[in-house]
Structure formats: structure tokens, C-alpha cells
């Protein structure tokens, strides 16, 4: 999962914007979105942040700056050191797939921040934040809260590769409130774009992607507006 594989293989694969979305960091994002120049590639900086409850939320940044400036505050809320022979390298790397550094903070980890002040913080960083995998037990807003707190303002629920929008309506009657979005959450290279969402949108940006997700000016996620 280098980023020239990544993005040739999004490429190769039709996709318009992907998101690079590491556990607890968005050390890779810009060399990712480097490797892209050149091609009709989007790449979007993101970050997969572990709240206190342990539930998984991805917030998706308009630039590499706003993503390190979410990253800051998420490593100083992190504790302990990684065990590269329990969990591997967590490897940093540049544009042209060469390893630049090891990240030795324990990324797998869960964060001192709470649901709604890593959603607090992904807004005040200019993104937006969605809950991830929500029809997963693990590390799912359902599976590890029950239910989504009043008031947490979340721009979209993401489902896995292995529901539909309409199974997670009918299984969390508060996601009928939300818009949903789906996404490989790629591991591995052949995994990215196994699964996708359409937005409908007049051009792959940032902003474009922001008025989808809130249904704007024409604008939408198809077959993930709020029912």
C-alpha cells in the first residue's frame, strides 16, 4: 500500500477521488497525493481517529495542512510506544515509495478524546467527519456506543464492504437520519475500489464532495440521502 500503487490502481480502476485515511495519522496523505499529480486523481487527506469509546471515525480535510493540524492534537492524545513484532511498521513514506521514516507512537490505539470532541475537532480542522463502518460491532458507533449521541453533528455514516444502505436503515433506525456513504477501507492493494460511492457532483473537489454529503445546490450522494 505505497502510494504509487495506490494511486495507480485507483486510477486503473476508474476511480474519480479517493481518501487516505491511516489509523490515528495522516503522516502519508500528502506523499500520496504528490504520487497522483498528473492524473485525474483526487486525493483527499484523511485520518481514521480512534475515540475514547473506541469507536472509528474518519474525518476527511480540504488540505494537507488542516489534516496535520488534526494530527497534532490526535498525537498528543495518544498513548504508548508500537510493538513492530505484535503489530509491524508503521512506515511513512514519500511519493516515489521510499521509506522516510517509522512512526513509533502506538497508532493501533485509542485516543483520550471523546466521540463528540474528535467530531469537534475534525469540524474546527475545516473537514468533515464520518462514522465509520457503522455495521461492524468493532469499533462502530453502534457496536461500541448503542446509539448515536444527541446533538453529534455527523456529516455521514459510512457502511463496509459487506452491508447495503438498505440493511443499515432497517437494522439502526437513527442512520434514516443520516447520509450514508460506502468505501473498501482498503488494506491491502487489491481491495481498493472493491466498493464505492457515487456522488453526484460537477466536478472532483473538495468542496463538491462537501455540498454532496450535505445535498446542495443539486448536489448528492447516490442511493445515501437522508430517507
Known amino acids: 500500500m505505497t502510494p504509487r500503487a495506490i494511486v495507480e ?15 490515528n495519522s495522516a503522516r502519508n496523505t ?7 499529480t498528473g492524473t485525474r486523481l483526487l486525493v483527499v487527506p484523511g485520518m481514521e481517529i480512534t475515540s475514547s469509546e473506541e469507536v472509528h471515525l474518519v474525518g476527511l480535510f480540504p488540505s494537507d495542512e488542516a489534516a ?3 494530527q497534532e492534537e490526535v498525537y498528543a492524545r495518544l498513548i504508548g510506544q508500537n510493538d513492530e513484532e505484535v503489530f509491524g511498521y508503521q512506515v511513512v513514506a514519500n511519493e516515489f515509495d521510499e521509506v522516510v521514516d517509522l512512526d513509533q507512537r502506538l497508532l493501533i490505539g485509542a485516543t483520550t478524546l ?6 469537534a475537532l475534525i469540524h474546527g480542522c475545516g473537514g468533515v467527519a464520518v462514522a465509520a463502518h457503522v455495521d461492524r460491532s468493532g469499533f462502530g458507533i453502534f457496536g461500541q456506543l448503542g446509539f448515536i449521541p444527541e446533538g453529534l453533528k455527523l456529516d ?30 482498503a488494506h491491502y492493494p487489491e481491495d481498493i475500489g472493491i466498493v464505492s460511492t457515487t456522488a453526484r457532483m ?26
Not at 166 to 182: G, K
Open 9 to 23: 490502481i485507483a486510477v486503473k480502476r476508474g476511480l474519480d477521488v479517493i481518501a487516505i485515511c491511516d489509523h
Open 30 to 36: 500528502a506523499a500520496t497525493r504528490r504520487a497522483a
Open 68 to 70: 496535520a493540524a488534526a
Open 114 to 119: 471523546s466521540t463528540e470532541k474528535v467530531v
Open 156 to 185: 455521514a455514516l459510512e457502511v463496509s464492504k459487506r452491508s447495503t444502505y438498505e440493511s443499515v436503515r432497517a437494522a439502526y433506525p437513527q442512520a434514516r437520519n443520516h447520509v450514508l456513504i460506502t468505501s473498501s477501507d
Open 202 to 227: 460537477t466536478a472532483p473537489t473538495f468542496e463538491e464532495l462537501t455540498k454532496a454529503l450535505a445535498g446542495r445546490d443539486g448536489r448528492f450522494i447516490e442511493g445515501g440521502c437522508v430517507s
